[in-house]
């Protein structure tokens, strides 16, 4: 579709108040994330014979293990340190290198659930994933249309690295945060992307790269001073 003719469609659909179609990020999500999380037991089942003999070094089955394979796969790595502050602190995790936000929700959710903190860790990735699908496609949609919306979520989705998105990792809440505080950017909303994107600097400090791009929409504004102090 060329770029007049997503002109014309925003246009037709304002003019006869069309309904927009239905958002397919759930149905994307739903699937992908059956399609990882089967490849993940498949490659774990396979591959943990094999396992590197240091492989305890960088797990601490007390963090990790909760319910099984099914939920544990999802935590390895630097799933140990998130769990460790969610459930102790950052004075017994050890460390101070991962930001707060998203092993403060894992905290808070691991408690409402009787001390499952991978389950919660699991549930907070994925409810920030699809919150982040929801939003990509609305983004796109007034770009795209409609056709082009759905690929881009696709295209995400379907991306290798987006396996993190459903691990005890804080990319998806990060990605989250990151589409919210533009799109309220772009609807002026500035006191509330600003609100965001501190949210963001709270969970990883790449977020620090947000900042110059806020500000240079926000000096784009006719009254940006107002812009720039919110």
Excluded: C
Aim: net charge positive; hydrophobic share 55%; proline share 5%.
């Amino acid at each position: 579709m060329s770029a007049g003719q997503r002109v014309r469609e925003r246009t037709a659909r304002r003019e006869l108040k069309l309904p927009r179609a239905a958002n397919p990020a759930p149905e994307i999500f739903l699937w992908t994330r059956a399609a990882i999380w089967a490849a993940a037991l498949f490659s774990l089942y396979t591959f943990v014979p094999n396992r590197h003999p240091r492989a305890n070094v960088w797990d601490i089955p007390a963090l990790t293990h909760d319910l099984g394979s099914f939920t544990d796969v999802w935590a390895r790595w630097d799933s140990v340190w998130f769990l460790g502050i969610a459930e102790h602190g950052y004075a017994r995790a050890g460390s101070a290198a991962f930001y707060p936000l998203y092993p403060g929700a894992v905290g808070v959710l691991g408690r409402l659930f009787v001390g499952h903190y991978v389950v919660a860790g699991i549930v907070v990735s994925l409810a920030a994933a699809l919150g982040s699908f929801l939003l990509l496609y609305r983004v796109a949609e007034e770009r795209l249309g409609a056709d082009g919306a759905r690929r881009a979520v696709l295209y995400l989705a379907v991306f290798p690295f987006t396996l993190f998105l459903q691990a005890v990792y804080s990319e998806s809440l990060y990605l989250l945060l990151t589409l919210a505080a533009f799109v309220l950017a772009e609807r002026k909303v500035w006191l509330a992307a600003g609100a965001v994107t501190g949210l963001a600097l709270l969970t990883r400090p790449t977020a620090v790269a947000l900042l110059p791009p806020l500000v240079l929409l926000a000096w784009r504004e006719r009254d940006r001073l107002r812009a720039l102090a919110s």
